[in-house]
Every structure is written in C-alpha cells, then in structure tokens.
C-alpha cells in the first residue's frame, strides 16, 4: 500500500485498532501482518509518492502542459486538490504543499491535526 511507511513500528498497534470489535483470530491478524510485510519489500526502497499534474486547457506545448515532483522518501500524498491556476497536495507529515499551474511550489504548511479532505 502507498500509506505503510518503513518507519513504522508501531503495525501491530495500528492492526488492533483496525480489528477491534470484529473477533478476528490471531491467524487472520498474523497472516494480514505477513502481506504488509510482503508489500513493504515489493514495493522498493520506500521512496516518496509522485505527484503528476496535467492542465487539460491550454496554449502552451504539450511539453509544457505536464509536470510531476517526487516527495521525499516515506512522505505519502493522502490528498490532493486543484483550482483554476493551482494545486495542492496533503500528505501524512501533515505537509499542505502548494503549487502553481506550471509546477513551481509555493509555501509548505505544517498541519497541526491529522488531514480528513481537500478541497479546491
């Protein structure tokens, strides 16, 4: 999954508050463990998401119309957002990063709680 990060060590807390009130058996939890495990080491060197923006309209080239930035390692975008002329994008440092149409970054907000939406 794009939200497990290496750094966590704490997967058998998140495990039990996903599970409680359900019965699960500790076979279920064990072999739900392993596949986490499984996918962390598919999935590489834990590098950062990708953020991909495409303008739909406009003059510009088609080379021009295409940006992407790569966050750094362990940082997961959890949301993203656009308007006419930007785009934003929440991730699970609670980082609100805010770009312009044509990719360059603008401020970075630190989030003091945990995102629950964007909206542009």
Request: glycine share 12%; with cysteine.
């Amino acid at each position: 999954s794009d939200l497990l990060d290496d750094d966590d060590d704490d997967d058998d807390d998140d495990l039990g508050r996903l599970t409680d009130g359900i019965g699960m058996s500790e076979r279920t939890k064990k072999a739900i463990r392993k596949a986490q495990k499984q996918r962390m080491k598919k999935s590489g060197d834990g590098k950062g998401s990708s953020l991909y923006f495409h303008r739909f309209e406009t003059f510009a080239s088609l080379r021009d119309k295409d940006w992407y930035m790569n966050l750094s390692r362990g940082e997961r975008v959890m949301g993203c957002a656009t308007g006419q002329g930007w785009a934003a994008c929440i991730t699970n440092r609670r980082f609100l990063r805010m770009f312009t149409s044509g990719g360059n970054q603008g401020p970075i907000v630190w989030l003091k709680g945990d995102p629950v939406s964007i909206v542009g």
